[in-house]
């Protein structure tokens, strides 16, 4: 989608509130750890060469992506610190990675049988992480016998550079914590199997570095934490205390680009849901479910000036209708989602709206909204 440059409807980020999390989360590094700044699925919609900029000069040691095409856009723009894909790439890409010298997570042997063969023929070293699977149920080694077969296969294996090995936990934003210590036992046994040295051994993500002391990870992998965003919140759920101080770093921002008054029995928007009992003004602002900002958003309050005004009738693919308490002109100022959390619309109390976790909502967000960043 082409960003919509000649619209007001922007996606804010504030880079003074993402480096002070990430100042606040290295600060909060056990000794000797490092962190890996997570930006995958661009930056969680903040950007992700601006955050990685960012985490860059804070000192984070590296970063952490889903797919190798977000890897390659950092080394495009000139970042050469490692960089970690977390998901699983098709081993027939592993040359593009260690071109590039990025790190890929290795799932099973069976990947890693596949990739040496891409390797050998091009005679390249990968650089990898040994993905375990202690509990999450997603990717990586879960049977003893498959890891011990991997790590001969790698021992003497000029194909790989171990660099790591890993594991992601399921629940490290929960009070009850009998499930993340199962992970953390599981974990530990498949690291007692290991005949190979990784470089770097890790659990943490950032509702593990931030809720949880004690556990050993050479590196955390802060990903929502660097947004100013609190892991633990599920929708409705007062959130765990994080103990480092997390901004918000977004904001959407857009104007009224009409306004006008109707007329008892006038309806608002596809399948008239919203009918006018008496005189009503009716705002519309340019920005719809393509933009992320989904159907399910109706009735929820966008502040208008500095008056929350609801979302009346259904939003349309690109644009949606507030009903307003007076007139206000063209152009006034429509903020979406407020990066004060003080303010009703505030990213959490959006996710909440619809029933949503805010990282849902960030992600949402598409690059037709432009992001405009800006330090304060
Ligand atoms: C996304 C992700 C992270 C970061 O998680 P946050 O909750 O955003 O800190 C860390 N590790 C893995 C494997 C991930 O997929």
Known sequence: MVPGIHRPAVVKVNLGAIKRNLENEMEHLEPGQKMLAVVKANGYGHGAVEVARVADKVGAAGFCVAILDEALELRRADIIKPILVLGVVSPEYAPIAAVNNVSLTVPN???LKEAEKYLKDANLQLKIHLGIDSGMGRIGFNEDADFIAANEFLENNDNFFIEGMFAHFASADSSDETYFKHQCEKFNHMKSLLTVKPKWIHVDNTAASIFHDGIKSDLVRFGIGIYGLNPSSTPNSQDLKSNIQLEPALSFESELTHVKTIHQGDGVGYGSTFVADEDTIIGTVPVGYADGFI??????????????????????????????????????????????????????????????IHYEVACLLNDRLPRVYYEK
């Open 109 to 111: 042997l069976e990947w």
């Open 295 to 356: 159907r399910k958003f109706q009735g929820f309050k966008v502040k208008v000036g500095d008056t929350y005004c609801p979302i009346v009738g259904r939003i349309c693919m690109d644009q949606f209708m507030v009903k307003m308490p007076k007139k206000m002109p063209v152009g006034t100022k429509v903020t979406i989602i407020s990066s004060n959390p003080n303010d009703q619309n505030n990213i959490k109390a959006a996710a909440d709206y619809v029933d949503t």
